[in-house]
């Protein structure tokens, strides 16, 4: 069990990072950390492996304050995967999995039967991909790669910083659910970073919401979705979850239908019923309106206001700016 009783952090630029913050990480589970950009999950997660140092408070492992641990031999028992890979160009798949093994002094038939191992489990095949670099592999299949070289000297703890984020949607929900499919079966205890409400939700047995340094919940998903703390959490969870996919989000989505008794302002500028969000945003600014008629067919089916428009374009800046 990982256990942070009254943490604080403040760099030497005097940013407070963390503002005294208490969280238990049962062993065996998967927590996600989850906040908005630069509220504090990224430093969190770094002051468990010692890459950063707390400033006050104590962090717990087993019951053992790390304060006085080896940060070598710590880390070694400590997994860890980041956004970007991390994996190093220059060695093969096979020896970038087995590193940490070799630098244990495991034998060499023990690390190299423990990477056939590992590569099948997230369906990529040894004998192809072992003897490979880095960079003949595809974005999904390197992200793979990272994970499982986290998992390969069978570290107790894993900590995952926005593992997913920088992969395509499809390879992240299939990473998701191999994590998920995985964790069923190695039962490590695992510190999950993300921004993405969603992944939290699938992939977490239990969701601490941070904001500003401090926690604001500490719930499962379900208990999350029933119960928000407060309205900070609850907006959380609501604009994150009205984001999800806005960049596909059509006009039909967001439009007032109108009936065929309503009586339609005359010589409204329209839009076509297919087109996307933020065409209509950009139709709204050129022909500078406050609403445009949705039309099919030539038959005007609904309106749709700039109003309701801004509030999504802006749901989706923040979804594409999002880089925590
Ligand atoms: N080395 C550092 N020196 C000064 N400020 C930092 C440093 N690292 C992070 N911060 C600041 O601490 C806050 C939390 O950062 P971080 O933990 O990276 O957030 P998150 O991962 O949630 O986006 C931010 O305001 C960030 O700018
Ligand atoms: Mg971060």
Not at 147 to 159: D, K, S, Y
Request: glycine share 6%; charged share 30%.
């Amino acid at each position: 069990m990982i256990k942070f009783v009254n943490v604080s952090k403040k760099f030497s630029d005097g940013t407070e990072a963390i503002k005294g913050i208490d969280i238990e990480i049962p062993e065996g589970k998967l927590v996600a950390l989850i906040g908005p950009s630069g509220c504090g999950k990224t430093t969190t997660m770094k002051m468990i492996n010692k890459l950063i140092t707390p400033t006050a408070g104590k962090i717990f492992i087993n019951g053992e304050d790390i304060t006085a641990k080896n940060e070598v031999e710590l880390r070694r028992n400590i997994g860890y995967v980041i956004q970007r890979i991390g994996l190093l160009p220059h060695m093969t798949i096979e020896e970038n999995i087995s590193l940490v093994p070799r630098l244990k002094g495991w034998k060499k038939e023990k690390y190299q039967s423990r990477v056939n191992e590992l590569l099948e489990l997230v369906g990529l095949e040894p004998d192809v991909f072992k003897t490979r670099y880095p960079l003949e592999l595809s974005g999904g299949q390197q992200q793979r790669v990272g994970v499982v070289r986290a998992l390969a000297a069978e570290p107790p703890i894993i900590l995952m910083d926005e593992p997913f984020s920088a992969l395509d949607p499809i390879s992240r929900e299939q990473l998701q659910d191999e994590l998920k499919d995985l964790q069923k079966k190695i039962h490590k205890t695992i510190v999950f970073v993300t921004h993405d409400m969603d992944e939290a939700l699938k992939i977490a047995d239990e969701i601490v919401v941070m904001r500003d340094g401090k926690i604001e919940q500490i719930a499962t998903p379900d208990e999350l979705l029933r119960n928000p703390a407060n309205e900070f959490v609850h907006t959380f969870i609501g604009e994150d979850r009205i984001n999800q996919g806005i960049s596909n989000r059509r006009v039909m989505d967001i439009m007032i239908s109108l009936h065929q008794t309503d009586k339609l302002e005359r010589d409204l500028a329209i839009i076509s019923f297919d087109s996307t969000i933020t065409e209509a945003a950009k139709q709204l600014i050129r022909q500078n309106v406050d609403k445009l008629a949705v039309v099919r067919n030539e038959e005007t089916i609904g309106i749709i206001t700039k109003e309701e428009v801004l509030y999504f374009v802006a749901g989706m800046r923040r979804e594409e700016g999002s880089s925590c």
